[in-house]
């Protein structure tokens, strides 16, 4: 069985900056690519930004320049360093991996969201 455990989110006022952690754990052989998703109340999940093993990036443009993400590998862990936030960020976040576990197989796992609340 794999988990993925999301920290971090809470209320912080514009421009203010945020740093999310999500910790994969259990019966894992390997993790590739991981990333970070967001839904705003009544709208789509949508990609904020994705990493590769091998630490390639991408950003949607909403977050370019203010959001960084990387990862632990040792960790198993994924981190989403967030500045400048305003409101349009406000969201449950949600990390995801693609986890490979000792049964060889492979699946997209989810964590269960961390609310970000950008607000003054």
């Known amino acids: 069985q794999v988990q993925l455990v999301e920290s971090g989110g809470g209320l912080v006022q514009p421009g203010g900056s945020l740093r999310l952690s999500c910790a994969a754990s259990?019966?894992?052989?390997?993790?590739?690519?991981m990333g970070w998703y967001r839904q705003a109340p009544g709208k789509q999940r949508d990609l904020v930004a994705t990493i590769t093993t091998g630490g390639t990036t991408y950003y949607a443009d909403a977050v370019k320049g203010r959001f960084t993400i990387s990862r632990d590998n040792a960790k198993n862990t994924v981190y989403l360093q967030m500045s400048s936030l305003n409101a349009e960020d406000t969201a449950v976040y949600y990390c995801?991996?693609?986890?490979?576990?000792?049964?060889?197989?492979?699946?997209?796992?989810w964590g269960q969201g961390t609310q970000v609340t950008v607000s003054s």
């Open positions: 995801n991996a693609d986890i490979e576990t000792f049964l060889r197989n492979t699946n997209t796992y």
């Open positions: 259990g019966s894992i052989f390997s993790i590739g690519a």
